[in-house]
């Protein structure tokens, strides 16, 4: 069981928390309904009664705020890694921060769809408001380094197409997965520069699919049910047609799922 916090707004409507001004608004930093003693109490309530507390946070502020608040339950005596509460989105993310995830078993629950420089986006609306902060947004790599666990989601309907491939392909490349959502052309390089967004936070491939998988199965507390092949679990898979360890990454969001198997039993089939 899990609840579901809102910790700050958007960076588009600037209600974002950041620990900085935004570059655009010099002394205003976003907002957040909580304060940091309220946020503390219904934590440690939430996990005292066995639920998982699950932070939207997308300003470096606003993570801190959700960190801050799960630290005090486990200060005042709750088991805070067995909650495995979450926090979603993880915009920015302060560097003095990231190893605290892994710290206090704090799940990072992502969203690699938007994992790039989106065109007509990213430049009017991201580094308008964050500037420089903009060329760091949505850390990937240096959170797992720093021991994070990272489980993948879609924030459907946030993103219109949840197509796991798609976020797979954007994790590894951290670059524009598919020109035809934005009628533009597709990539014939994966380091194209206009749309790569911090190319050292690239996944490899088997990380990335540990996203839709195995992590996302710890994540909801499933992991001896689902999220991998193993005897006495069950028979959840695909069988695609194409191997992605092998591919070029620009072509893992063009992945087909031919067979589809849940609890061993054929669902569909192309």
């Known amino acids: 069981i899990a609840a579901k916090i809102f910790v700050d707004g958007v960076v588009d409507s600037e ?4 620990l900085e001004p935004y570059s655009d608004a010099p002394g205003h930093q976003g907002e957040s309904v909580w304060t940091q003693q309220a946020l503390d109490d219904v934590v440690a309530r939430l996990n005292a009664q066995g639920v998982q507390a699950h932070f939207h946070a997308v300003g470096d502020g606003a ?63 991201e580094y308008t408001a964050l500037g420089p902060r903009a060329e760091t947004e949505y850390p990937l790599s240096s959170l797992a380094e ?18 796991p491939f798609l976020a797979i392909e954007t994790a590894v490349t951290r670059n524009m997965p598919d020109g035809s959502m934005l009628e533009l052309d597709n990539l014939a390089d994966w380091n194209a520069p206009a749309t790569l967004l911090a190319a050292e936070e690239r996944l ?18 499933e992991e001896d049910v689902t999220g991998s092949l193993e005897v006495g679990k069950s028979a959840d898979l695909v069988v695609i047609d194409q191997d992605l360890m092998a591919i070029d990454p620009l072509d893992i969001s063009d992945t087909r799922v031919l067979r589809t198997y849940f609890q061993g039993r054929l669902v569909y089939a192309e």
């Open 15 to 18: 209600s974002a928390l950041l």
């Open 63 to 125: 993570v801190r705020m959700a960190l801050d608040a799960v630290d005090a339950a486990r200060a005042g005596g709750q088991d805070v890694a067995a909650r495995r509460n979450a926090i979603t989105h993880l915009q920015l993310v302060a560097q003095a921060d990231k190893p605290r995830l892994a710290e206090l078993g704090v799940v990072a629950a992502v969203q690699p769809y938007w994992h790039y420089k989106v065109p007509q986006y990213w430049e009017a609306v």
């Open 204 to 221: 490899s491939v088997r990380q990335a699919i540990r996203g839709f998988t195995a992590n996302a199965a710890y994540a909801i507390d």
């Open 146 to 163: 720093a021991g994070a666990l990272l489980a993948f989601a879609s924030d459907y309907p946030v993103t219109p197409d949840p197509n």
